[in-house]
């Protein structure tokens, strides 16, 4: 397994900010068994796994969102759900940024402004994930369209 990226102590102080603004995307690496059958039983059984489609057509596998604030349906007040090694690719991949300190000059007073979290990035960014998931693209098409037409 990659090396691990957590700091739980950054992530406290700003709440996950980044898990509220939207959900994370996994890798196909996050799944032993990549068949139709076997991604759908995985999907079925967690139940918090969404078969997303871009506008250009592409597929690819991330948690469910809430349709508002916060958005990524696995966040507590207590964090993420799930254990660190269960978390999807990117979740797992994403460096927290210590808040940044910056001064600003008002006449001869130095101000500090403090810019806080929110510009955490994961080493595992969506196109990467999108290229990932590229070659698995009919057996997602055909979840995709499973999903859907169930839930119509
Ligand atoms: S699955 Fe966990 S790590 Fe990923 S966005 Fe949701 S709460 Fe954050």
Redesign the pocket.
């Known amino acids: 397994m990659e090396k691990q990226c957590e700091n739980r102590s950054i992530c406290a102080k700003c709440k996950?900010l980044?898990?509220k603004s939207?959900?994370?995307t996994f890798s196909p690496l996050d799944f032993s068994d990549l068949t139709f059958e076997g991604l759908k039983a995985e999907i079925q059984q967690k139940g918090y796994i969404d078969v997303r489609k871009t506008k250009e057509g592409k597929f690819y596998l991330c948690?469910k969102e809430r349709k508002r604030w916060p958005y990524?349906s696995?966040?507590s007040k207590n964090?993420?759900?799930?254990k660190y090694e269960n978390?999807?690719r990117?979740?797992r991949m994403?460096i927290p940024v210590k808040d940044v300190i910056v001064f600003i000059q008002i006449w001869k007073v130095k101000i500090p402004i403090i810019i806080q979290n929110g510009k955490c990035i994961s080493k595992y960014p969506f196109e990467k994930a999108l290229q990932d998931w590229a070659e698995y693209s009919l057996t997602l098409e055909k979840l995709y369209n499973f999903f859907n037409e169930r839930s119509a």
């Open positions: 996950g980044c898990c939207s959900s994370c948690v990524c696995l966040i964090g993420c759900m799930l978390r999807p990117e979740g994403l």
